[in-house]
């Protein structure tokens, strides 16, 4: 298993979202090909951390996997249309 850290921000305000929500929302979004596991989401300052156990084959398709999830989820998630990966 490899660990990839990813974290995302809004473009403007505060941290208005928990841990929790996000981390559901990325479970909701998680396709069966997409080789995340485990995912735990955190408070950073003026951020939240996501952290996420892949099977992937190398450390640049764990990154790129969790990219994807995040991204997908910022898409396709109305609450999150002014937030990004950083």
Do not use: K
Not at 19 to 28: A, F, G, T
């Amino acid at each position: 298993m490899l660990l990839s850290i990813a974290r995302i921000a809004p473009l403007q305000g505060r941290v208005d979202i928990t841990p929790e929500w996000l981390r559901s929302r990325l479970w909701q979004h998680r396709s069966t090909h997409d080789p995340v596991e485990h995912i735990r989401v955190g408070r950073g300052h003026e951020c939240l951390r996501i952290a996420a156990f892949t099977v992937a084959m190398n450390q640049y398709e764990s990154d790129d996997a969790i990219r994807r999830l995040i991204n997908t989820t910022i898409l396709s998630t109305p609450l999150l249309t002014q937030w990004r990966l950083l």
